[in-house]
Protein backbone atom coordinates (compact mmCIF):
# COMPACT_ATOMS: atom_id res chain seq x y z
CA UNK A 1 0.00 0.00 0.00
CA UNK A 2 1.41 3.64 -0.81
CA UNK A 3 1.30 5.82 2.20
CA UNK A 4 3.10 7.46 5.28
CA UNK A 5 4.06 5.60 7.83
CA UNK A 6 4.79 6.96 11.71
CA UNK A 7 6.46 5.05 14.29
CA UNK A 8 6.42 4.68 16.78
CA UNK A 9 2.22 5.61 17.39
CA UNK A 10 2.85 6.55 21.63
CA UNK A 11 6.28 6.82 22.70
CA UNK A 12 7.21 8.06 26.09
CA UNK A 13 10.21 9.95 27.21
CA UNK A 14 11.78 10.46 30.71
CA UNK A 15 13.01 14.20 30.87
CA UNK A 16 16.87 14.68 29.93
CA UNK A 17 16.39 11.98 26.96
CA UNK A 18 16.64 12.37 23.38
CA UNK A 19 13.98 10.07 21.25
CA UNK A 20 13.34 10.01 17.68
CA UNK A 21 9.97 9.11 15.28
CA UNK A 22 10.21 7.64 12.43
CA UNK A 23 8.46 8.54 9.09
CA UNK A 24 8.68 6.71 6.02
CA UNK A 25 6.90 7.18 2.41
CA UNK A 26 6.84 5.28 -0.72
CA UNK A 27 5.04 7.50 -2.48
CA UNK A 28 8.12 8.91 -4.55
CA UNK A 29 7.22 12.72 -2.72
CA UNK A 30 10.58 14.91 -2.59
CA UNK A 31 8.84 16.88 -0.21
CA UNK A 32 8.82 15.77 3.57
CA UNK A 33 7.19 17.81 6.56
CA UNK A 34 7.62 17.29 10.58
CA UNK A 35 4.28 19.28 12.13
CA UNK A 36 3.44 19.95 15.79
CA UNK A 37 -0.06 19.85 16.76
CA UNK A 38 -1.41 21.36 20.70
CA UNK A 39 -4.13 22.02 21.90
CA UNK A 40 -5.41 25.10 20.13
CA UNK A 41 -2.64 25.77 18.65
CA UNK A 42 -3.48 24.40 14.82
CA UNK A 43 -0.14 22.67 12.71
CA UNK A 44 3.18 24.22 13.67
CA UNK A 45 5.79 23.77 11.16
CA UNK A 46 9.01 22.15 12.82
CA UNK A 47 10.92 21.22 9.95
CA UNK A 48 10.89 20.20 5.94
CA UNK A 49 13.23 18.87 3.10
CA UNK A 50 12.44 19.82 -0.36
CA UNK A 51 15.14 17.45 -1.39
CA UNK A 52 17.53 14.77 -0.52
CA UNK A 53 20.18 16.00 1.69
CA UNK A 54 18.60 18.93 2.36
CA UNK A 55 16.17 20.52 4.80
CA UNK A 56 15.06 23.91 6.36
CA UNK A 57 13.74 25.34 9.71
CA UNK A 58 10.45 25.19 9.78
CA UNK A 59 8.48 27.66 12.63
CA UNK A 60 9.51 26.07 15.54
CA UNK A 61 12.67 24.21 14.93
CA UNK A 62 14.14 24.52 18.12
CA UNK A 63 14.86 21.75 20.71
CA UNK A 64 14.36 19.50 17.26
CA UNK A 65 16.67 18.05 14.56
CA UNK A 66 15.93 16.02 11.36
CA UNK A 67 18.06 14.31 8.74
CA UNK A 68 17.21 13.48 5.07
CA UNK A 69 19.72 10.72 3.73
CA UNK A 70 16.79 8.95 1.72
CA UNK A 71 13.89 10.60 -0.23
CA UNK A 72 11.77 7.61 1.93
CA UNK A 73 12.89 8.51 5.21
CA UNK A 74 12.60 11.55 7.05
CA UNK A 75 12.77 11.54 10.61
CA UNK A 76 12.86 13.16 13.53
CA UNK A 77 14.71 14.09 16.84
CA UNK A 78 13.68 15.66 19.80
CA UNK A 79 16.17 16.67 21.97
CA UNK A 80 16.59 17.14 25.75
CA UNK A 81 16.58 20.79 24.98
CA UNK A 82 12.77 20.75 23.62
CA UNK A 83 11.27 22.56 26.89
CA UNK A 84 7.83 21.00 26.19
CA UNK A 85 7.88 18.16 23.59
CA UNK A 86 4.99 16.22 24.96
CA UNK A 87 2.45 16.93 21.74
CA UNK A 88 0.96 14.94 18.61
CA UNK A 89 4.00 14.85 15.83
CA UNK A 90 2.54 14.52 12.49
CA UNK A 91 4.72 13.94 9.62
CA UNK A 92 3.55 14.99 5.99
CA UNK A 93 5.15 14.45 1.83
CA UNK A 94 4.09 15.83 -1.00
CA UNK A 95 5.25 15.98 -4.64
CA UNK A 96 6.73 19.66 -4.78
CA UNK A 97 6.87 22.13 -1.87
CA UNK A 98 3.85 24.37 -1.70
CA UNK A 99 1.77 21.55 -3.21
CA UNK A 100 -1.13 18.93 -1.48
CA UNK A 101 0.31 17.34 0.53
CA UNK A 102 -0.88 14.03 2.70
CA UNK A 103 -0.13 13.07 6.22
CA UNK A 104 0.89 10.17 8.32
CA UNK A 105 -0.85 8.81 10.86
CA UNK A 106 0.78 10.68 13.63
CA UNK A 107 2.79 9.42 16.82
CA UNK A 108 1.72 11.16 20.55
CA UNK A 109 5.09 11.77 22.67
CA UNK A 110 4.36 12.07 26.31
CA UNK A 111 7.31 13.02 28.77
CA UNK A 112 7.02 11.44 32.03
CA UNK B 1 1.26 37.04 12.63
CA UNK B 2 -0.93 34.73 11.19
CA UNK B 3 -0.98 34.57 7.84
CA UNK B 4 -4.39 32.15 7.77
CA UNK B 5 -6.91 32.55 10.21
CA UNK B 6 -10.33 30.61 10.94
CA UNK B 7 -11.69 32.64 13.49
CA UNK B 8 -14.69 30.02 14.03
CA UNK B 9 -12.82 27.66 16.83
CA UNK B 10 -16.40 25.41 16.86
CA UNK B 11 -19.71 25.57 14.54
CA UNK B 12 -22.34 23.19 15.53
CA UNK B 13 -25.13 22.57 12.63
CA UNK B 14 -27.87 20.26 12.33
CA UNK B 15 -27.82 17.05 10.18
CA UNK B 16 -28.75 17.71 6.88
CA UNK B 17 -28.28 21.31 6.66
CA UNK B 18 -25.41 23.45 5.39
CA UNK B 19 -21.87 23.51 7.21
CA UNK B 20 -20.11 26.84 6.11
CA UNK B 21 -16.47 27.17 7.70
CA UNK B 22 -14.89 30.35 6.27
CA UNK B 23 -11.12 31.02 6.22
CA UNK B 24 -9.23 34.09 5.93
CA UNK B 25 -5.64 35.02 4.52
CA UNK B 26 -3.66 37.94 4.57
CA UNK B 27 -0.65 37.27 2.22
CA UNK B 28 -1.83 38.27 -1.35
CA UNK B 29 1.57 35.90 -2.49
CA UNK B 30 -0.78 32.42 -1.73
CA UNK B 31 -2.20 31.26 -4.72
CA UNK B 32 -3.20 27.62 -3.86
CA UNK B 33 -5.59 26.71 -1.46
CA UNK B 34 -6.48 23.45 0.65
CA UNK B 35 -9.11 22.08 3.21
CA UNK B 36 -8.02 18.86 5.33
CA UNK B 37 -10.76 16.90 8.19
CA UNK B 38 -8.78 15.83 11.05
CA UNK B 39 -10.54 13.17 13.38
CA UNK B 40 -8.65 13.20 16.69
CA UNK B 41 -5.46 11.35 17.09
CA UNK B 42 -5.41 11.23 13.16
CA UNK B 43 -3.80 12.42 11.09
CA UNK B 44 -5.14 15.49 8.75
CA UNK B 45 -6.66 13.90 5.12
CA UNK B 46 -7.09 16.05 2.18
CA UNK B 47 -10.70 16.87 1.63
CA UNK B 48 -10.54 19.77 -1.72
CA UNK B 49 -8.42 22.65 -3.31
CA UNK B 50 -8.79 25.34 -5.06
CA UNK B 51 -5.87 27.31 -7.57
CA UNK B 52 -6.56 30.99 -7.35
CA UNK B 53 -7.39 30.67 -11.21
CA UNK B 54 -11.09 29.54 -9.79
CA UNK B 55 -13.52 31.03 -7.96
CA UNK B 56 -15.51 27.79 -7.20
CA UNK B 57 -14.10 23.95 -6.63
CA UNK B 58 -16.69 21.12 -6.07
CA UNK B 59 -16.34 17.70 -5.25
CA UNK B 60 -19.87 15.44 -4.28
CA UNK B 61 -20.92 17.29 -0.90
CA UNK B 62 -18.12 19.51 -0.88
CA UNK B 63 -17.36 22.99 -2.11
CA UNK B 64 -14.78 25.39 -1.87
CA UNK B 65 -15.55 29.27 -2.65
CA UNK B 66 -12.41 31.80 -3.14
CA UNK B 67 -12.91 35.23 -3.08
CA UNK B 68 -9.65 36.54 -4.04
CA UNK B 69 -10.33 40.33 -3.50
CA UNK B 70 -11.80 39.76 -0.17
CA UNK B 71 -8.79 37.01 0.67
CA UNK B 72 -11.73 34.70 1.74
CA UNK B 73 -12.54 31.48 1.22
CA UNK B 74 -14.99 29.00 2.37
CA UNK B 75 -15.94 25.50 2.54
CA UNK B 76 -19.73 24.13 1.97
CA UNK B 77 -20.90 20.97 2.86
CA UNK B 78 -24.27 20.29 2.09
CA UNK B 79 -26.10 18.07 3.45
CA UNK B 80 -23.82 17.87 6.54
CA UNK B 81 -23.60 14.06 8.16
CA UNK B 82 -22.71 12.99 11.50
CA UNK B 83 -19.32 11.67 9.60
CA UNK B 84 -18.74 15.31 9.72
CA UNK B 85 -17.91 16.30 12.54
CA UNK B 86 -14.11 16.95 13.23
CA UNK B 87 -11.53 19.71 13.12
CA UNK B 88 -11.35 21.30 9.47
CA UNK B 89 -7.75 23.23 8.66
CA UNK B 90 -7.53 25.75 5.93
CA UNK B 91 -4.02 25.61 4.12
CA UNK B 92 -2.48 27.77 2.22
CA UNK B 93 0.47 28.52 -0.05
CA UNK B 94 2.44 30.52 -3.03
CA UNK B 95 2.53 28.04 -5.44
CA UNK B 96 3.35 29.95 -8.23
CA UNK B 97 6.65 31.34 -6.23
CA UNK B 98 7.77 27.73 -6.01
CA UNK B 99 6.20 27.25 -2.84
CA UNK B 100 9.43 26.96 -0.83
CA UNK B 101 8.08 27.73 2.35
CA UNK B 102 5.42 24.37 2.42
CA UNK B 103 2.06 24.85 3.63
CA UNK B 104 0.49 27.39 6.15
CA UNK B 105 -2.46 26.13 8.10
CA UNK B 106 -5.05 27.99 9.99
CA UNK B 107 -5.67 27.05 13.99
CA UNK B 108 -8.58 24.75 12.86
CA UNK B 109 -12.83 24.53 13.26
CA UNK B 110 -14.19 21.79 15.31
CA UNK B 111 -17.27 21.06 13.18
CA UNK B 112 -19.97 19.31 15.00
CA UNK B 113 -22.90 17.94 13.54
CA UNK B 114 -25.79 17.20 15.20
CA UNK B 115 -28.95 14.70 14.94
Known amino acids: DGGITQSPKYLFRKEGQNVTLSCEQN?????MYWYRQDPGQGLRLIYY???????QKGDIAEGYSVSREKKESFPLTVTSAQKNPTAFYLC???????????FGEGSWLTVV | DQQVKQNSPSLSVQEGRISILNCDYT??????FLWYKKYPAEGPTFLIS?????DKNEDGRFTVFLNKSAKHLSLHIVPSQPGDSAVYFC??????????????FGKGTHLIIQP
Open chain 2, 27 to 32: NSMFDY
Open chain 1, 27 to 31: LNHDA
Open chain 1, 49 to 55: SQIVNDF
Open chain 2, 50 to 54: ISSIK
Open chain 2, 91 to 104: AASALTGGGADGLT
Open chain 1, 92 to 102: ASGAASGNTIY
